[in-house]
């Protein structure tokens, strides 16, 4: 049995990673205890996951033309994802996000940079890599143009979409409607519901097509008009960036095996909670051999 093919288009950052005892208040200055740098964007992220957990995985995106773009598609090659169609933007710099980290949460400002510049004609000379997925798996550090014509390829070939909205923004109803699992977390759904101008019938089909993740409690489905939960796992939390990017990948790998959608959440469900007892979004992300292990555990 070959391994699922999953196509991933999204975003390639540099993670700018501060950690310390004390957020500061506006205008206040306080010690850090660590800094590093390690490879993030949500693209990057949930193709690694994903790749980790033995998919064959193409990542299209953009980067700089400078040394944090060479340092992430190396550390992408290394870690078995395709960078075969990452491009690099000359004149631009690769996307960075400063994140901060304290008592194993944290808060991101992104700065896209080169993410930016996949526009809707890159996705379009790219519909053959589209068409040959087995689930595409799309984010919203791109823009949205471009998720809009990935989405649109993909039902035009009858390939399965993931869509993670986040960042959160306000999306048009033709992408709600051809999206086949959308993957908001309670906050990003309630904005969504809020914010988008949908019908009663638009809104009971989001609902029915969204995975909704609930941080250690885990994820809810509606099917069939009714609320399902699937419990999550309890795990000592050192990081949590990338949890949500590793429940896509994994999600992804899962779905692609032709799992059950019950059976892959809770895969995705064991996969996020490993990967937050790491420090990193990519560094902590489990092998599938890792996910089976805690599940059978």
Do not use: W
């Amino acid at each position: 049995m070959s391994n699922p093919k999953i196509v991933v288009i999204g975003s390639i950052n540099m993670d700018l990673v501060t950690q310390t005892n004390t957020i500061p208040r506006v205008g206040e200055t306080v010690l850090g205890e660590n800094f590093i740098t390690v490879p993030g964007g949500k693209g990057a992220n949930q193709a690694v996951a994903a790749a980790k957990l033995g998919a064959d995985v193409t990542l299209l995106g953009c980067v700089g033309d400078d040394a944090f773009g060479t340092e992430l598609t190396q550390h992408l090659q290394h870690q078995g994802v395709c960078t075969e169609y990452i491009q690099t933007v000359p004149t631009t710099s690769t996307g960075v996000a400063s994140i901060t980290l304290s008592e194993g949460d944290n808060s991101i400002i992104v700065v896209p940079g080169a993410n930016h510049q996949l526009t809707p004609a890159i996705v379009q000379q790219n519909e053959k890599l589209i068409a040959s997925a087995d689930i595409l798996l799309l984010q919203l550090e791109i823009p949205l143009e471009s998720v809009v014509q990935a989405t649109e390829l993909a039902q035009k070939h009858k390939v399965p979409v993931i869509l993670n909205p986040a960042p959160m923004q306000s999306l048009p109803k033709r992408l709600i409607l051809q999206a086949t699992y959308i993957t908001p977390n309670e906050h990003e759904l309630e904005s969504l519901l809020s914010t988008s101008n949908f019908s009663k019938e638009d809104t009971e089909a989001l609902k029915q097509k969204s995975i909704v993740t609930i941080g250690a409690k885990g994820v809810h489905l509606y099917q069939s008009g009714k609320e399902q939960h699937i419990a999550g796992y309890q795990v000592e939390a050192v990081d949590s960036t990338g949890a949500g990017d590793t429940f896509n990948g994994a999600l992804a790998v899962s779905l692609s095996n032709g799992v059950t959608l019950i059976e892959s959440c809770q895969f995705a469900n064991a996969a996020a909670a490993l990967s937050v007892t790491k420090l990193g979004a990519q560094s902590g992300m489990p092998t599938k051999k890792e996910v089976e292990k805690f599940l059978q555990s």
